[in-house]
Nanobody
Framework: QVQLVESGGGLVQPGGSLRLSCAAS????????IGWFRQAPGKEREGVAC??????STNYPDSVRGRFTISRDKNMVYLQMNNLKPEDTAVYHC?????????????????WGQGTQVTVSS
Protein backbone atom coordinates (compact mmCIF):
# COMPACT_ATOMS: atom_id res chain seq x y z
CA GLN A 1 0.00 0.00 0.00
CA VAL A 2 1.36 3.38 -1.04
CA GLN A 3 1.94 5.83 1.79
CA LEU A 4 2.93 9.46 1.42
CA VAL A 5 3.86 11.63 4.39
CA GLU A 6 4.50 15.33 3.91
CA SER A 7 6.40 17.73 6.14
CA GLY A 8 8.07 21.12 6.08
CA GLY A 9 5.15 23.50 5.92
CA GLY A 10 4.85 26.59 8.04
CA LEU A 11 4.42 30.35 8.17
CA VAL A 12 6.69 32.44 5.97
CA GLN A 13 6.77 36.07 4.91
CA PRO A 14 6.20 37.09 1.29
CA GLY A 15 9.40 36.65 -0.66
CA GLY A 16 10.58 33.89 1.64
CA SER A 17 11.33 30.23 0.97
CA LEU A 18 10.23 26.84 2.21
CA ARG A 19 11.24 23.31 1.38
CA LEU A 20 8.59 20.62 1.60
CA SER A 21 9.45 16.95 1.95
CA CYS A 22 7.48 13.82 1.13
CA ALA A 23 8.44 10.37 2.38
CA ALA A 24 7.08 7.79 -0.05
CA SER A 25 6.71 4.07 0.68
CA UNK A 26 4.88 1.00 -0.56
CA UNK A 27 5.90 1.20 -4.22
CA UNK A 28 6.84 -1.99 -6.02
CA UNK A 29 9.48 -0.23 -8.09
CA UNK A 30 11.39 3.06 -8.17
CA UNK A 31 10.02 4.01 -11.58
CA UNK A 32 6.99 6.03 -10.51
CA UNK A 33 5.97 9.55 -11.32
CA ILE A 34 5.09 11.78 -8.41
CA GLY A 35 4.38 15.39 -7.62
CA TRP A 36 2.60 18.00 -5.55
CA PHE A 37 -0.74 19.68 -5.63
CA ARG A 38 -2.21 22.34 -3.38
CA GLN A 39 -5.66 23.15 -2.14
CA ALA A 40 -6.74 26.44 -0.62
CA PRO A 41 -10.15 27.07 0.98
CA GLY A 42 -12.72 27.93 -1.65
CA LYS A 43 -10.32 27.23 -4.52
CA GLU A 44 -9.88 24.35 -6.91
CA ARG A 45 -7.11 21.86 -6.42
CA GLU A 46 -4.02 22.93 -8.38
CA GLY A 47 -1.15 20.69 -9.42
CA VAL A 48 2.09 22.64 -8.88
CA ALA A 49 4.84 20.21 -9.86
CA CYS A 50 5.52 16.69 -11.03
CA UNK A 51 8.57 14.63 -11.86
CA UNK A 52 8.85 11.62 -14.12
CA UNK A 53 9.91 8.25 -12.79
CA UNK A 54 11.79 7.34 -15.96
CA UNK A 55 13.90 10.32 -17.03
CA UNK A 56 13.43 12.80 -14.20
CA SER A 57 11.74 15.37 -16.40
CA THR A 58 9.68 17.95 -14.55
CA ASN A 59 6.59 20.03 -15.22
CA TYR A 60 5.15 23.15 -13.61
CA PRO A 61 2.17 25.38 -14.30
CA ASP A 62 2.78 29.03 -15.15
CA SER A 63 1.71 30.11 -11.67
CA VAL A 64 4.83 28.63 -10.04
CA ARG A 65 7.33 28.08 -12.86
CA GLY A 66 10.65 29.67 -12.01
CA ARG A 67 9.82 29.78 -8.29
CA PHE A 68 9.16 26.12 -7.40
CA THR A 69 11.52 23.21 -8.01
CA ILE A 70 10.69 19.54 -7.54
CA SER A 71 13.37 16.93 -6.93
CA ARG A 72 13.65 13.39 -5.68
CA ASP A 73 16.22 11.26 -3.91
CA LYS A 74 15.42 7.58 -3.43
CA ASN A 75 12.13 7.49 -1.52
CA MET A 76 12.05 11.22 -0.78
CA VAL A 77 10.44 13.91 -2.91
CA TYR A 78 11.08 17.60 -2.31
CA LEU A 79 9.45 20.85 -3.31
CA GLN A 80 11.67 23.90 -3.00
CA MET A 81 9.53 27.03 -3.01
CA ASN A 82 11.16 30.42 -3.43
CA ASN A 83 9.81 33.96 -3.67
CA LEU A 84 6.60 32.86 -2.01
CA LYS A 85 3.49 34.95 -2.44
CA PRO A 86 0.32 35.21 -0.33
CA GLU A 87 -1.57 33.39 -3.09
CA ASP A 88 0.67 30.36 -2.51
CA THR A 89 -1.07 29.83 0.84
CA ALA A 90 -2.65 26.37 0.81
CA VAL A 91 -2.37 22.81 2.06
CA TYR A 92 0.25 21.06 -0.05
CA HIS A 93 -0.12 17.36 -0.81
CA CYS A 94 2.31 14.89 -2.28
CA UNK A 95 0.55 12.72 -4.89
CA UNK A 96 1.14 9.99 -7.47
CA UNK A 97 0.16 9.24 -11.07
CA UNK A 98 0.32 12.74 -12.53
CA UNK A 99 -0.86 13.69 -15.99
CA UNK A 100 0.14 16.91 -17.70
CA UNK A 101 -2.54 18.44 -19.89
CA UNK A 102 -3.03 21.57 -21.90
CA UNK A 103 -1.33 24.77 -20.71
CA UNK A 104 0.81 22.71 -18.34
CA UNK A 105 -2.07 21.83 -16.07
CA UNK A 106 -1.21 18.89 -13.83
CA UNK A 107 -3.74 16.44 -12.45
CA UNK A 108 -3.16 13.46 -10.19
CA UNK A 109 -4.92 10.12 -10.39
CA UNK A 110 -3.29 8.09 -7.65
CA UNK A 111 -2.70 8.35 -3.92
CA TRP A 112 -1.97 11.44 -1.88
CA GLY A 113 -0.87 12.25 1.64
CA GLN A 114 -2.53 14.21 4.41
CA GLY A 115 -0.81 17.42 3.40
CA THR A 116 1.19 20.17 5.07
CA GLN A 117 0.00 23.74 5.57
CA VAL A 118 1.89 26.58 3.95
CA THR A 119 0.93 30.10 4.96
CA VAL A 120 2.50 33.14 3.32
CA SER A 121 1.75 36.28 5.26
CA SER A 122 3.43 39.32 6.72
Amino acid sequence: QVQLVESGGGLVQPGGSLRLSCAASGFTSDNYAIGWFRQAPGKEREGVACISGSDGSTNYPDSVRGRFTISRDKNMVYLQMNNLKPEDTAVYHCATDPEVGARGLIRFFGSWGQGTQVTVSS
